[in-house]
Structures are given as structure tokens and as C-alpha cells.
């Protein structure tokens, strides 16, 4: 079955860093587009970044600049850099992937993100 456990989240303060990882099985991990999802409390879970299985991205307007999302085929692992954090990146972070369309739409844990002002 598929399995995305995400991990890297922490306590930081504004302006500083994070590295997030996801590390995916169950899946031919180089085959498939994947994302990173991000859900503040009171908020909608809110797509952040985008990585195809060729390596193009894409990044929600709030955080162009700022994060970077990767892949490490070899290691069936998705990162996500996250700098220059501001207090409302503050969410829990998570790791998804849709293989097909339609189809279902797996997520990981997630992982707690805070920035302190």
C-alpha cells in the first residue's frame, strides 16, 4: 500500500529555515507528480508546491521565492526547503500524491510547521 511519512517540521523563528521530507513506498515513486499541502488551523488544506516526475515545479503565489520543492528519485524521497519563514506559513505540512485521474489521493501524517514572531 502506499505510505508518505513526512518529517523535518519544528519550532522556528521568523526568517529562519526548514527542510521538509517526505520519503513515499508502495509506489514507483519516479513515475508520479508530488505535492506538498499545507492546512493552518481554521484554514483549507491549500496546495504549496508541485514537483512532475520530470522534475518541472510549481509554487503557490504565497510562497514563490521563498520555498523549494525537490525529489530524490533513489531514495523515493520528496523535500521541501522551506526559508526566509514568516508566521503565516505556520501549518502542518503534508505529502501527497494522486497516481491517477480519477483516482484516490494519498496523504502522509503530515508535519507541524511553527514560526514565531
Known amino acids: 500500500q502506499v505510505q508518505l511519512v513526512e518529517s523535518g517540521g519544528g519550532l522556528v523563528q521568523a526568517g529562519g529555515s526548514l527542510r521538509l521530507s517526505c520519503a513515499a513506498s508502495?509506489?514507483?515513486?519516479?513515475?508520479?507528480?508530488m505535492d506538498w499541502y499545507r492546512q493552518a488551523p481554521g484554514k483549507q488544506r491549500e496546495l504549496v508546491a508541485t514537483?512532475?516526475?520530470?522534475?518541472?515545479?510549481n509554487y503557490a503565489d504565497s510562497v514563490k521565492g521563498r520555498f523549494t520543492i525537490s525529489r530524490d528519485n533513489a531514495k523515493n524521497t520528496v523535500y521541501l526547503q522551506l526559508n526566509s519563514l514568516k508566521p503565516e506559513d505556520t501549518a502542518v505540512y503534508y505529502c501527497?500524491?494522486?497516481?491517477?485521474?480519477?483516482?484516490?489521493?494519498?496523504w502522509g501524517q503530515g508535519t507541524q510547521v511553527t514560526v514565531a514572531s
Open positions: 514537483i512532475t516526475s520530470g522534475g518541472s515545479t
Open positions: 508502495g509506489i514507483i515513486f519516479s513515475m508520479y507528480t
Open positions: 501527497s500524491v494522486q497516481r491517477f485521474r480519477p483516482g484516490p489521493r494519498f
